[in-house]
């Protein structure tokens, strides 16, 4: 993230200290110089751990950290603590004031410091990659959640309007039926089924007419009952 591409701009940036306090306790000998220098190898140790800790899935920056560390390594070991210690030997008259202008003028520190930069570049940019594919993939997400909430959307709306519309159809068709089944009564046809499931308004007008139909069914039985019984008490009248 934008945190770990600062952290390893300041890593380098504690090399510069490093050896920008080597070289003024090079040239003066005066141990003011050696504060930079050791507080800036303790942010490099500092900057270097969090960095390699928050790089831990990442096995391309992790290699490239650890052969940057290497190199700050060699470096220390060879160029800064080998100018420090010619310069105490300068100090303590073991060695000519000549010999430090020398050994920096040679710039055997330079290919070194080269290449840990060329390694910081490297590992800023590798950094700088995987945070715009974050960003990239974060942007498709979001796309892919809009358009899912958007068709989600149009989907309800859309299975909103089939629903009312089989509702209407539904109670459309049932109202044509109960009028149906109204005119077949009025036409004498008392053998119509009727559905009375339900409990919605047409639902109790089909069950009135049910029962209206039931109660002429009865009302004609009880009158050819008595046309039948009336007739033997005629005939026997003749």
Do not use: C
């Not at 997400?141 to 309800?156: C, F, R, W």
Request: proline share 2%; no cysteine.
């Amino acid at each position: 993230d934008a945190q770990e591409s600062r952290g390893l701009g300041d890593v380098y940036k504690r090399q510069i200290n490093i050896e920008t306090g080597m070289r003024g306790y090079a040239l003066t000998g005066r141990d003011s110089f050696l504060e930079p220098l050791e507080q800036g190898e303790k942010a490099f140790t500092d900057y270097y751990a969090r960095i390699k800790s928050s790089t831990a899935d990442n096995p391309e920056q992790q290699a490239r950290l650890e052969r940057l560390k290497a190199l700050h390594d060699q470096w220390l070991r060879e160029d800064i603590q080998g100018n420090l210690a010619l310069r105490r030997a300068i100090n303590a008259g073991t060695q000519p004031a000549t010999a430090m202008a020398e050994q920096i003028s040679a710039g055997r520190d330079k290919a070194k410091m080269d290449a840990m930069r060329q390694l910081t570049s490297e590992l800023r940019e590798a950094e700088k990659s995987l945070q715009d594919a974050r960003s990239q993939a974060m942007d498709n997400a979001k796309a892919s959640a809009l358009a899912i909430l958007l068709g989600g959307g149009m989907l309800a709306a859309l299975l909103a309007m089939l629903v009312a519309w089989s509702l209407s159809s539904n109670l459309v068709g049932r109202i044509r039926q109960s009028v149906e089944v109204a005119e077949a009564i009025a036409a004498g046809h008392l053998d119509n089924r009727i559905s009375t499931q339900g409990r919605d308004e047409v639902s109790e007008l089909q069950q009135a007419f049910a029962a209206m139909q039931e109660r002429l069914r009865s009302m004609i039985s009880q009158i050819l009952s008595l046309i039948h019984i009336s007739e033997p008490t005629r005939l026997l009248s003749i």
